[in-house]
T-cell receptor, first 113, second 114 residues
């Protein structure tokens, strides 16, 4: 069955630096991949969706890449700010062919001022 | 900006009791979902709903669970006889039908089963 792996260790960076988070997946070739932000005790907030025919997508300070050969997505936050501190979730459509999502465990990002 | 809303924000119940969690999806969305997240664990899919019927369900969604869209705006998740292990955050999500793969999540209901 499909498996999604995100670095479970927290990522600590200094304000102003670029944060790079990794999402690896196996046993599946998804048509798209999504990134969400989750704050403690809150629901996931959609950030970006990237499709299999797109190599890169940007939105303001966010950039996502999608390498279907490596089965990996990288999520970058440039010029990071303390307000970017949160858990970032990678999500793929389930391998059932429907569009319900399977989530990774998330990577917690802490941006130090 | 339209958003998914959920009530209550926190529900405390005794084991064996029935609970109903409520969601109001974004108004022009046609696909609805329930997910749950046990404390410290991943967000897990429970069920999807379209055109007044279940579209897909996970192995978690057993006979204790049911969903309903009782009117044009609400979408509910019922747990018939709650167990301690049902304690979790429950998230509702909705999606446009055509050309919309993005799911928008509500703030969640924290269910505590004692």
């Amino acid at each position: 069955s499909q498996k999604i792996e995100q670095n479970s260790e927290a990522l600590n960076i200094q304000e102003g630096k670029t944060a790079t988070l990794t999402c690896n997946y196996t046993n599946y070739s998804p048509a798209y991949l999504q990134w969400y932000r989750q704050d403690p005790g809150r629901g996931p907030v959609f950030l970006l969706l990237i499709r299999e025919n797109e190599k890169e997508k940007r939105k303001e300070r966010l950039k996502v890449t999608f390498d279907t050969t490596l089965k990996q997505s990288l999520f970058h936050i440039t010029a990071s700010q303390p307000a970017d501190s949160a858990t970032y979730l990678c999500a793929l459509p389930r391998d059932t062919g429907r569009r319900a999502l399977t989530f990774g465990s998330g990577t917690r990002l802490q941006v130090q001022p | 900006e339209p958003e998914v809303t959920q009530t209550p924000s926190h529900q405390v119940t005794q084991m064996g009791q029935e609970v109903i969690l409520r969601c109001v999806p974004i108004s022009n969305h046609l696909y609805f979902y329930w997910y749950r997240q046990i404390l410290g664990q991943k967000v897990e899919f429970l069920v999807s709903f379209y055109n007044n019927e279940i579209s897909e369900k996970s192995e978690i969604f057993d006979d204790q669970f049911s969903v309903e869209r009782p009117d044009g705006s609400n979408f509910t998740l019922k747990i018939r006889s709650t167990k301690l292990e049902d304690s979790a955050m429950y998230f509702c999500a909705s999606r446009l039908l055509a050309g919309g793969d993005t799911q928008y999540f509500g703030p969640g209901t924290r269910l505590t089963v004692l």
